[in-house]
Nanobody, 125 residues
């Protein structure tokens, strides 16, 4: 069992930055690839980024490439999503998710075993 808790959301102006954090409980954190998804009102949950178990490989959706950076610290059971140059279209609830041993299709939310409750990110224009 893994419990995930996100933090770091808030209100920021366009062009600003936020860093989201996700802390995981449990001893097997290093067995999970970690992902971030987001969901805006009236829209489906959308893949944002994922990081491999070792932290050596990351993958981003096209709309955030060059602006978002994902990192993990397995010693601290932490995942960090640095978001720079934020845009109003980034406004959403952001969710941290854990995928046991990782999956080929990292963008499919059905492959993730555990989810946090989310943190709200609002970007004003």
């Amino acid at each position: 069992q893994v419990q995930l808790v996100e933090s770091g959301g808030g209100l920021v102006q366009a062009g600003g930055s936020l860093r989201l954090s996700c802390v995981a409980s449990g001893r097997t954190f290093s067995s999970y690839s970690m992902g971030w998804f987001r969901q805006a009102p009236g829209k489906e949950r959308e893949f944002v980024a994922t990081i491999a178990i070792s932290g050596g490989r990351t993958y981003y959706t096209d709309s955030v490439k060059g602006r978002f950076t994902l990192a993990r610290d397995n010693a601290k059971n932490m995942v960090y999503l640095q978001m720079n140059n934020l845009k109003p279209e980034d406004t959403a609830v952001y969710y941290c998710a854990a995928d046991y041993l990782g999956s080929v299709n990292v963008e499919d939310p059905r492959n993730y075993n555990y989810w946090g409750r989310g943190t709200q990110v609002t970007v004003s224009s």
